[in-house]
């Protein structure tokens, strides 16, 4: 669980990291879907021309969905960022999902190495990942990995049933993944950055 200080170090880390001279950069945390007892932490950028909402909790009901679109019709530039713990958002698949690769089964076109690389992706991350193929993460500082915002290029799985008889009536069809996502391209920003066209870039 995302704990309220480190929602906060969040907050304070992407507001600091998108300040620079002559540009209004102001962080807040409302209800921004009314009635719903719901506090989402966010950063206005310019003079209602950015938004960065941050995705730090489990929003139930599709309620983040109704957020994002609300937040659309206000601000032009909207960014999303999660919070990247591993076990809220960006949860690995591999472990579940490894027999499904090395039995030869419906993820027998996958490498190892993919596995590594795939996600299982909860409600807010999947609708993200259906409007934009890039999924921007906070990144807490640790022992192991300095404090930064981690961009990952994502692609769907597509699960094969070759391996079952086509005779068989219980041959399900080759399908897209509804829940895991793979990704194939990885950009770090540990520096100053900005809000552009909906994503966090470095500032160069």
Known sequence: MITKAQRKQMLDYVSHSLEHEGLS?????KELLRNSGIETSY????ENQGIVLLVDQVYP???????Y?????DIPDVGVLFFKDGKTFFRNAAEKNFFKQSHDLSLKNYSQEDMQKMMLLRPEERSMVGQRNWLQYYQPGSDQLEESVESFKFVPIEFDYSHIDSSSRFKPQDKTSERLSL???RAHFPGKVVLDQGYIKERV
Not at 25 to 29: A, G, H, I, L
């Open 43 to 46: 950063v206005l950028v310019g």
């Open 69 to 73: 679109s609300g937040v659309k019709l």
């Open 61 to 67: 009901n599709q309620a983040f969905d109704r957020i």
């Open 183 to 185: 990704w194939r391209e």
């Open 25 to 29: 950069v102001r962080p807040r945390t």
